[in-house]
């Protein structure tokens, strides 16, 4: 399981960790992800997720997981959270 998030897509980034005599070494800073499960209200259906502690709250701020995905570029989404995007756009668009 790659250690990305499925909604904004941020990933591990490297830095150095540095001591107390200003020696370097590299290490690797790996985002917060949290496996939460999201409510579609247009679908009426729960979905499975992997995201970060910040998408979680990018979520409840925009309020709740389809206008998030609406909002959402495609590029940053998984394949997965990419096929609940479309469906939720085919199902508003057939309401």
Do not use: Y
């Not at 992997?50 to 709250?57: D, E, G, H, K, V």
């Amino acid at each position: 399981m790659s250690r990305v998030c499925e909604l904004t897509g941020k990933g591990p980034m490297t830095g150095n960790t540095v001591s107390h005599a200003n020696n370097k070494s590299r290490r690797r800073f790996l985002p917060n992800l949290n496996d939460v499960t999201l409510i579609s209200d247009v679908l009426g259906q729960s979905f499975k997720l992997r995201i970060s502690a910040a998408a979680l709250r990018s979520v409840d701020h925009r309020g709740g997981l389809d206008a998030f995905l609406a909002k959402a570029k495609d590029d940053e989404l998984s394949a997965n959270a990419l096929k609940i995007k479309k469906d939720i756009v085919k199902a508003q668009a057939t309401a």
